[in-house]
């Protein structure tokens, strides 16, 4: 069984290996932002990372995961609300004392509606 503890680590050294070999990161993270109907939550952690946001907060991110996947939220809209907003503001939006319905209807909100809506 997958914990969210083993998929933070996985995360965390997989944008390692990226951030370290740089041919790897980059060529994915191209790849995604051509065709953001491609991502996974992995890649939303690497597109974090490329927003700046520091390896801790990478961790705490997957540990939204498991909540995020219970919700109607995909990772391509996330990938698009980042794009739209901030790794940043990403995190803080998961930290807030929302309910469930809250927090899928702000990351599937009228930008993000729009800008997945151009990928279909």
Same mark, same amino acid.
């Given at each position: 069984?997958?914990?969210? *503890?083993?998929?933070?680590?996985? =995360?965390?050294?997989?944008? %390692?290996?990226? /951030? +370290? #070999?740089? @041919?790897?990161?980059? *060529?994915?993270?191209?790849?995604? =932002?051509?065709?953001?109907? %491609?991502?996974? /939550? +992995? #890649?939303? @952690?690497?597109?974090? *990372?490329?927003?700046?946001?520091?390896?801790?907060?990478?961790?705490?991110?997957?540990?939204?995961?498991?909540r995020l996947e219970?919700?109607?939220?995909?990772?391509?809209?996330?990938?698009?609300?980042?794009?739209?907003?901030?790794?940043?503001?990403?995190?803080?939006?998961?930290?807030?004392?929302?309910?469930d319905a809250e927090?899928?209807?702000?990351?599937?909100?009228?930008?993000?509606?729009?800008?997945?809506?151009?990928?279909a």
């Amino acid at each position: 069984m997958i914990t969210p *503890a083993l998929v933070s680590r996985a =995360a965390v050294l997989r944008v %390692r290996r990226y /951030w +370290a #070999d740089g @041919v790897g990161r980059g *060529a994915r993270l191209r790849a995604v =932002a051509a065709d953001p109907t %491609r991502a996974t /939550w +992995a #890649d939303v @952690v690497d597109l974090l *990372a490329h927003h700046g946001v520091p390896e801790p907060h990478l961790a705490g991110f997957m540990r939204h995961v498991a909540r995020l996947e219970g919700l109607p939220v995909t990772p391509t809209a996330v990938w698009w609300w980042v794009q739209a907003h901030d790794g940043i503001a990403l995190l803080d939006l998961l930290d807030a004392a929302l309910d469930d319905a809250e927090l899928a209807r702000r990351l599937r909100g009228p930008v993000v509606s729009r800008l997945v809506g151009r990928t279909a």
